[in-house]
Structure formats: C-alpha cells, structure tokens
C-alpha cells in the first residue's frame, strides 16, 4: 500500500497567489474618469519587471553568499556560473520586453502620463539594490541636479539602500577571489617575464606591418603609429605596479594589480581544465555588464521614441539621463578590456610541469598485480 505524502494538496491559484497577483492592476485614468487603454500594458510591463528583479536579487545574493566563504571550491565555481547564467537569460527578456511596450504609441502613452508624475523607474528600488549588489560605486554613478541618488526614494528605501552600499559586492568578492589565485608564482620561473618578451614581440610584428605597408600614406602611418604607441603603453596595466596603480588613481582602473594579472592569467590558460570554470565566471560577469548596458541604451532610445525631449516623469533629462547611465554604469570594464593583453595561443610561455599538473585533471588506474 502506497504511503500518502505529509503534505497538504495545493491549488494552482492558491500557490501562486493569483487572486492577489492579478488584482495588483489599477488603472490611474480610470480613477480619474479618463480611461486609457494602454496604462494596463505599461502597469504590466512595469510589475513583470520588478518580478524579474527579484529573480534577479535571489540569484544574486546566492552568488555574493557562494564567494563570501573562505574557502571556494571548484563546484562552488560551477554553482555561481550556473546562477550568473540564469540572470543573463532574465536580461535577456528584459531587453525583449521593450518590443512589447513600443506597441503603445507616443499618444498612448500621453494618455495616461500626467497621472504617473512624479513615480518613475528611477525610483526602483531592487534595481538600485542590483546595480550596489553587483559593484556600482555611488561616486560613479551618473546624478542630475547634483544630488543623491536616494534623494528620490521614500526614506524608508532610502535605508534599504544604504544598506546594500555597505555589504561587500560581487565586485569586491571577485577581486579577493581572484588574488588569492594559487597559479600565479611559478617558483623559480618569472611567467610575467616571459609574457612581456612575448608582448614585446608581438607589438614589434604589428609596428613594423604598419611601417611596411605600402597602401599606407606617410601621415596615415604617423596617425597609426600614435595610436599604435597607446596600446603599447597600455600594456603597463598589467606589468607596471607603478602605472597601474596610476591609472587606478585616475578611475581608468579599478581592478587590483595581483587581481588583474589573475583575470589575465585564466584567459590566457583557459583550456586548461582547472581554469574553465574560472574562465566561464569572468565572461558571465562581462556578459552581464554588457547586457544591463544593452538594456539602458534600449530603454533609452525607447525613451526617445516615446516623449522626445521632454523631461522624464521622474524629473530627469528622460532618454540623455538613460544614455549617460549607459555610459558611464558600467561595473566590469576591466574584465572585458583584457583582450587588449591576449597574445597568441603560440606565443604563450610554456607552463612548468608542476603548474600544468595541478592545472590539469588525471586518472589514475590501479594495475592488477
């Protein structure tokens, strides 16, 4: 006879809460007597986004716990990849969505607007607690009328806020992940030395394919050789404690110099089997930047689209607020600027034995005696 489970039976419209879920639509022109259509679309929209959000914070605190711990190991690596990729499938619907709201007109929407003044999206709370989990420090974010980012926020989000400014982001954890990086002395080999031979070598090849091109005009090789110079005094990020550290000072870096030749060291050896995972991690966090970027400069040309040059509804400078938040939000540049230090697959210096046995996995079979 088959044991009945201990558990009670659930209704689908219980379990999700769908009574309350959607009873949360109410019209502000039908309050006002002025029925407008599309504020249904627009209220959804706006919900099924604070919705995915949440996904979003779930997921991301899960990540933040993961490299909180003193000890992360190889499954803990592939749990946070995991959760990191479920969030970019989220972004990913959150771009779309913007298809669905561009099927109201600029009328539309003009039919309903005055009746949302001053609530804005600016006001999202969990997207602001996003944006501090992930790493965005207040001195770099993007404000108009020169004032806090909190001000807008009733004073009981305003804490909420607060708050998550002062817990560690997944930027600070990655960073003392990524120094506590075990490969990076190679005992009585220098891998940095034999990475800036290689580098030096490289950057003579592409030098003289400059100079030696005949389609190229005198200024044009001048123009091409500035520019050329840049890159390779860029290259000092990454082997020159000195100006790194300049540029860190300057806000053109932010990455720890011992955290960036890590990052570095994974992209460069990522076949490696130990550095997969690693790799799959620092190219989520990228992804990531570049899809709420996306998203930003979606949203924004949606903006333009939608009221022009008016003053959004929040107060802000509408689509040129959104577009300079798309410039200037972004949190892990640095992992994504590393292609600038890859050098070929040939060119890469060759791993000691004992690194590459620890970089690797091997089975060993017992013989039969």
């Not at 959000?53 to 997921?59: A, N, V, Y």
């Not at 404000?143 to 980012?149: E, I, P, Q, R, V």
């Given at each position: 006879?088959?044991?009945?489970?201990?558990?009670?039976?659930?209704?689908?419209?219980?379990?999700?809460?769908?009574?309350?879920?959607?009873?949360?639509?109410?019209?502000?022109?039908?309050?006002?007597?002025?029925?407008?259509?599309?504020?249904?679309?627009?209220?959804?929209?706006?919900?099924?986004?604070?919705?995915?959000?949440?996904?979003?914070?779930?997921?991301?605190?899960?990540?933040?716990?993961?490299?909180?711990?003193?000890?992360?190991?190889?499954?803990?690596?592939?749990?946070?990849?995991?959760?990191?990729?479920?969030?970019?499938?989220?972004?990913?619907?959150?771009?779309?969505?913007?298809?669905?709201?561009?099927?109201?007109?600029?009328?539309?929407?003009?039919?309903?607007?005055?009746?949302?003044?001053?609530?804005?999206g600016f006001q999202s709370v969990q997207f602001r607690k996003i944006e501090n989990k992930l790493g965005l420090k207040v001195e770099d974010r993007y404000t108009y009328g020169d004032a806090n980012y909190c001000t807008y926020l009733h004073e009981s989000d305003q804490e909420k806020i607060k708050a998550s400014e002062?817990?560690?982001?997944?930027?600070?954890?990655?960073?003392?992940?990524?120094?506590?990086?075990?490969?990076?002395?190679?005992?009585?080999?220098?891998?940095?030395?034999?990475?800036?031979?290689?580098?030096?070598?490289?950057?003579?090849?592409?030098?003289?394919?400059?100079?030696?091109?005949?389609?190229?005009?005198?200024?044009?090789?001048?123009?091409?050789?500035?520019?050329?110079?840049?890159?390779?005094?860029?290259?000092?990020?990454?082997?020159?404690?000195?100006?790194?550290?300049?540029?860190?000072?300057?806000?053109?870096?932010?990455?720890?110099?011992?955290?960036?030749?890590?990052?570095?060291?994974?992209?460069?050896?990522?076949?490696?089997?130990?550095?997969?995972?690693?790799?799959?991690?620092?190219?989520?966090?990228?992804?990531?930047?570049?899809?709420?970027?996306?998203?930003?400069?979606?949203?924004?040309?949606?903006?333009?689209?939608?009221?022009?040059?008016?003053?959004?509804?929040?107060?802000?400078?509408?689509?040129?607020?959104?577009?300079?938040?798309?410039?200037?939000?972004?949190?892990?540049?640095?992992?994504?600027?590393?292609?600038?230090?890859?050098?070929?697959?040939?060119?890469?210096?060759?791993?000691?034995?004992?690194?590459?046995?620890?970089?690797?996995?091997?089975?060993?079979?017992?013989?039969?005696?």
């Amino acid at each position: 006879m088959s044991k009945e489970k201990p558990y009670p039976p659930q209704y689908y419209q219980d379990y999700l809460r769908l009574e309350t879920i959607l009873d949360s639509q109410k019209l502000k022109s039908d309050e006002y007597g002025q029925h407008a259509h599309d504020e249904m679309l627009f209220i959804i929209i706006h919900q099924v986004y604070e919705l995915w959000f949440k996904q979003i914070l779930f997921e991301l605190d899960s990540v933040l716990d993961i490299f909180s711990k003193k000890e992360i190991n190889e499954t803990h690596i592939g749990t946070a990849v995991s959760r990191l990729s479920r969030i970019i499938e989220i972004q990913k619907i959150l771009i779309d969505q913007i298809h669905v709201l561009e099927t109201m007109t600029p009328m539309d929407f003009l039919d309903f607007r005055d009746f949302l003044i001053p609530a804005s999206g600016f006001q999202s709370v969990q997207f602001r607690k996003i944006e501090n989990k992930l790493g965005l420090k207040v001195e770099d974010r993007y404000t108009y009328g020169d004032a806090n980012y909190c001000t807008y926020l009733h004073e009981s989000d305003q804490e909420k806020i607060k708050a998550s400014e002062s817990e560690k982001s997944l930027f600070d954890l990655m960073e003392s992940w990524l120094e506590r990086t075990p490969f990076l002395n190679w005992g009585e080999t220098s891998f940095w030395d034999e990475y800036e031979q290689a580098v030096s070598n490289m950057l003579h090849d592409d030098r003289r394919l400059i100079e030696t091109n005949e389609k190229l005009s005198v200024i044009e090789k001048e123009k091409h050789l500035t520019e050329y110079a840049k890159t390779e005094v860029s290259f000092g990020v990454v082997l020159d404690k000195t100006l790194h550290n300049k540029m860190v000072e300057d806000g053109n870096w932010r990455l720890s110099l011992k955290a960036t030749q890590a990052a570095l060291l994974i992209q460069l050896y990522r076949d490696q089997p130990i550095l997969l995972n690693p790799y799959r991690l620092l190219t989520k966090l990228a992804d990531i930047d570049e899809l709420f970027t996306t998203w930003r400069y979606r949203h924004a040309l949606m903006v333009s689209r939608m009221i022009g040059r008016k003053i959004g509804t929040g107060g802000s400078t509408g689509s040129e607020y959104l577009n300079k938040t798309a410039e200037k939000h972004r949190i892990f540049t640095d992992i994504s600027e590393l292609t600038t230090f890859l050098i070929p697959r040939s060119a890469l210096p060759s791993l000691p034995i004992e690194v590459q046995d620890n970089l690797g996995f091997y089975f060993h079979v017992k013989e039969n005696k």
